[in-house]
């Protein structure tokens, strides 16, 4: 069982920035899948950046050229780093870790962003 414990969410003006951290148990975490969704009410929940153990990333359309995926292998962290917020990304985010085809998700985070 792989445990997924994310951080650092909260309230933030539109135009401003947040990190957010996702920490998965495990020895083996630098094998591990790590993505981040997010989910408004009543919409499905979006992949927003994607960080694999082979070392590939991305990113949804909505989120390109303003957030950043990051993974520290030795922390057994990825980061979301989220710059230049619009109201449209307030959201709960959700990290995961896919392994072996299974996957497990954290608990979420919420992220505000309002004047």
């Known amino acids: 069982q792989v445990q997924v414990v994310e951080s650092g969410g909260g309230l933030v003006q539109p135009g401003g920035s947040l990190r957010l951290s996702c920490t998965a148990s495990?020895?083996?975490?630098?094998?591990?899948?790590m993505n981040w969704h997010r989910q408004v009410p009543g919409k499905e929940r979006e992949l927003v950046a994607f960080?694999?153990?082979?070392?590939?990333?991305g990113y949804g359309d909505s989120v390109k050229g303003r957030l950043t995926i990051s993974r520290d292998n030795g922390e057994n962290t990825v980061y979301l780093q989220m710059n230049s917020l619009k109201p449209e990304d307030t959201a709960v985010y959700y990290c995961?870790?896919?392994?072996?085809?299974?996957?497990?998700w954290g608990q979420g985070t919420q992220v505000t962003v309002s004047s």
């Open positions: 960080a694999t153990g082979g070392g590939n990333i």
């Open positions: 995961n870790a896919v392994w072996r085809g299974s996957v497990f």
């Open positions: 495990g020895p083996i975490f630098t094998m591990y899948d």
